[in-house]
């Protein structure tokens, strides 16, 4: 999943959404070394881009080739993706890996895969002994900032349901999470609204500083 150019210096989803606690993040730092989770993090984005690029190849073309250093964890995804679709014939895609911005609460964000009225947001992860894996309620105010992008570009071809889908990347296994308006516009309004107010707060103090220093 490429790094991308959206000309501006808005904050991303994911970098607004960092601003709040992530209780079991934390005491899953506090349980085990920096250099551990440091090394554990780093691994996961890596294989978490892998699968996203390799879930953006099979929507596109319908086959998806693996060329990674941890080709198991990208299989497993990638048949999760696939057993996914097989029962649930009805969410069709036809958009995948879609960048927009926000000029009306400026930010960005890149949207997994959608298709009018509806969107998908892909998430990987371990299963471990649960027979799915774990969908996190910062899940929730991600798809809803993604859902608000997309309707604020798209005024006559909205989104009104979204599908938070966890692939494990341990074993074949999905789990699903699906949003309607209501609840979409709660979880914007109410969370990644505020979440974004301390975003750019911090950001306007960090500038602050700067010329002061440069003023010196």
């Known amino acids: 999943m490429a790094k991308r150019n959206y000309q501006n210096n808005y904050s991303s989803v994911t970098q607004i959404l960092a601003v709040l606690r992530k209780i079991g993040l934390e005491s899953w730092f506090k349980a085990n070394t920096a250099e551990f989770c440091n090394r554990k993090s780093s691994l996961g984005k890596k294989i978490g881009s892998e699968i996203h690029n390799s ?11 693996v060329e990674s250093e941890h080709p198991e ?6 048949n999760s993706f696939i057993l996914f679709r097989k029962e649930n014939p009805l969410i069709q895609l036809s958009l995948a890996e879609t960048p927009l911005t926000s000029e009306q609460y400026q ?3 890149t949207i997994d895969a959608l298709s009018p009225p509806m969107l998908c ?6 299963a471990k002994d649960k027979e799915k894996p774990v969908i996190y309620d910062e899940a929730k105010s991600q798809v809803a900032a993604y859902v608000h ?13 979204a599908h938070i889908v966890a692939l494990a990347k341990d074993k074949i296994a999905y789990n699903i999470y699906t949003m309607e308006k ?5 979880w914007f309004n109410e969370v990644f609204l505020s979440a974004l107010k301390i975003k750019n707060y911090e950001t306007k103090q960090k500038q602050l500083k700067k010329e002061k220093k440069n003023a010196v």
């Open 107 to 109: 930010y960005n964000g």
């Open 149 to 161: 992008l997309w309707n604020e570009n798209n005024l006559d071809n909205q989104i009104l349901t």
């Open 121 to 126: 947001d892909w998430k990987s992860g371990e």
């Open 55 to 65: 879930i953006e190849q099979y929507i596109k073309t319908g086959s998806a080739k």
């Open 182 to 186: 209501e609840e979409i516009d709660e």
């Open 73 to 78: 964890e990208v299989t497993n995804a990638l």
